[in-house]
C-alpha cells in the first residue's frame, strides 16, 4: 500500500494497493479498479459528481496514461472543485445531546429527528424516537434542529 498526499492540501491523498486507487477527501472516497468505480460518503449522494469524476478518469485521458497518473490529477483541489465542489465542505458542528435530522438519502427512512447519543470520529449514532437502538451515520448528513 502506498499514499501519495496533495501537494496543494494536506486533506487529499491517493490510496495505491495492487488492484485498485481510493481519492480520500474529508467528504468522501472515489474508488477506481480494473472491475470499476465507486464512491462513498457524500460524493456518492452528489447527483452528479460520480459520474462526472468517473468520466473524467476514464474517458478524457488517452489510453497511454496510466490510472495513477489520471487519479493523481484530482488532488489538485482546482481540478477536483469542477466535479465535486462540496469536497471541502465542513461537517456540522455537533455534541452529544443535540436534535439532528437526516439530509439526502437517509431523509426518507428517517423522516424524524433524533438526538445524538455518541459521536466518534465523523460518525454520529443516533437515538430516534420509539426506537431503543443507536443508529450510526456520517455526520455529514445531519441538521441541528
Do not use: C
Not at 20 to 39: D, E, Q, V
Not at 47 to 75: C, H, S, W
Not at 95 to 116: E, Q, S
Amino acid at each position: 500500500m502506498a499514499t501519495t498526499k496533495s501537494k496543494h492540501t494536506p486533506l487529499l491523498s491517493l490510496n495505491v494497493q495492487h488492484e485498485y486507487i481510493t481519492l480520500k477527501t474529508p467528504n468522501g472516497n472515489f474508488t477506481t479498479s480494473y472491475r470499476g468505480a465507486k464512491a462513498s460518503g457524500k460524493l456518492a449522494a452528489h447527483p452528479t459528481a460520480f459520474r462526472q469524476l468517473d468520466n473524467y478518469i476514464f474517458k478524457e485521458f488517452d489510453d497511454k496514461v496510466q490510472f495513477g497518473e489520471r487519479m493523481e490529477t484530482l488532488l489538485d483541489p482546482k481540478v477536483l472543485e469542477r466535479f465535486f465542489p462540496e469536497w471541502n465542505k465542513a461537517l456540522p458542528e455537533l455534541k452529544v445531546g443535540d436534535k439532528v435530522k437526516l439530509t439526502d438519502a437517509f431523509a426518507k427512512k428517517y423522516p424524524h429527528a433524533g438526538i445524538i447519543k455518541k459521536i466518534k470520529r465523523k460518525t454520529a449514532y443516533l437515538e430516534f424516537p420509539n426506537q431503543n437502538t443507536l443508529i450510526g451515520i456520517d455526520m455529514a448528513f445531519m441538521e441541528k434542529v
